[in-house]
């Protein structure tokens, strides 16, 4: 059973998590083995994490999102200073693969 601050066992033995004193040495081992941790499952299930965030992502509006980025930092917009965005042309590529995807 789950209380909203801590963990609830057997009887009136309760654990604030909160509580417990962590070093940020600690916390970063934590964050970094987690990562490894991650890092390995995307390795081994490549495949589902492209179908599922080909499935789930709509790339239009981050594309957008870019796009009024660009416009805020450059006063004038030309085909050459957007071919050369890098996210723009990454994003773009991942929607054109999602809709042949998708037509197949």
């Not at 909203?4 to 004193?21: A, Y």
């Not at 594309?63 to 890098?86: A, C, G, K, M, P």
């Amino acid at each position: 059973m789950k209380s909203k601050r801590g963990l609830e066992m057997s009887g009136d033995f309760k654990v604030n998590l909160r509580k417990i004193p962590i070093s940020s040495t600690e916390k970063a081992s934590i964050v970094r083995d987690l990562i490894k941790i991650y890092n390995e499952f995307e390795k081994k299930y490549k495949a589902a994490f492209l179908l599922r965030d080909l499935l789930e992502n709509v790339y239009q509006s981050a594309i957008n999102q870019r796009i009024d980025e660009i416009e805020r930092n450059q006063t004038l917009i030309s085909y050459e200073i957007l071919n050369d965005d890098v996210i723009l042309t990454n994003l773009t590529k991942k929607k054109r693969i999602k809709m042949s995807f998708l037509k197949k």
